[in-house]
């Protein structure tokens, strides 16, 4: 069955260091995308990075870059340089080759401290 | 550009009562989902629709029906609501076909059952 881990509930950083939010998945499919999205307390859900599982090298997108590691089916999100308005809840999700295995890891919440 | 529009925002239902979430996109996309989000948890998708006059279920689909008006209107009735339906529900839509594409989301509607 697909599954989708995300172990911080949450994590305190400082401003300007850089972040990583960790994800597991399993899954015994060969073509899938990992995917993270930013949720702010608005509540909006906003989209940060794909990553295709055969691509070959990691996704980056300014200042988020996803740390793929096929092997160890690892999808972590790194933040580079955090600022006050990166504090949000974070999740992780995985697509499948069908789209009713579309699911998400329960989140990590980011506090960025001044 | 409105992108994912959701009504309503906010719905307050008592026990048995019945309603229609609205959703529609403007972005020529196929694919259409339906989700669900209790505190503490990622999102859990109800029904999804790959495409114009199909539908199909999700992760959580009982007490729930869908319709794909057309392409860019996709609506979530609740037939007789329960307290157990009280959640956060997302509407998205996806331009590529899995497992590729991100969702873009809407708003979300806040439903409350008494």
């Known amino acids: 069955a697909q599954k989708i881990t995300q172990t911080q509930p949450g994590m305190f950083v400082q401003e300007k260091e850089a972040v990583t939010l960790d994800c597991t998945y399993d899954t015994s499919d060969q073509s899938y995308g990992l995917f993270w999205y930013k949720q702010p307390s608005s509540g909006e859900m906003i989209f940060l990075i794909y990553q295709g599982s055969y691509d070959e090298q990691n996704a980056t997108e300014g200042r988020y870059s996803l740390n793929f590691q096929k092997a160890r089916k690892s999808a972590n999100l790194v933040i580079s340089a955090s600022q006050l308005g990166d504090s949000a809840m974070y999740f992780c999700?995985?697509?499948?080759?069908?789209?009713?295995?579309?699911?998400f890891g329960k989140g990590t919440r980011l506090h960025i401290l001044p | 550009n409105a992108g994912v529009t959701q009504t309503p925002k906010f719905q307050v239902l008592k026990t048995g009562q019945s309603m229609t979430l609205q959703c529609a996109q403007d972005m020529n996309h196929n694919s259409m989902y339906w989700y669900r989000q209790d505190p503490g948890m990622g999102l859990r998708l109800i029904y999804y629709?790959?495409?114009?006059?199909?539908?199909d279920k999700g992760e959580v689909p009982n007490g729930y029906n869908v319709s794909r008006l057309n392409k860019r209107e996709f609506s979530l009735r609740l037939e007789s609501a329960a307290p157990s339906q009280t959640s956060v529900y997302f509407c998205?839509?996806?331009?590529?076909?899995?497992?590729?594409?991100?969702?873009?989301f809407g708003p979300g509607t806040r439903l409350t059952v008494t």
């Open positions: 998205a839509s996806s331009e590529a076909g899995p497992p590729l594409g991100e969702q873009y």
């Open positions: 629709s790959a495409s114009e006059g199909t539908t």
């Open positions: 999700a995985m697509r499948g080759p069908r789209d009713d295995k579309i699911i």
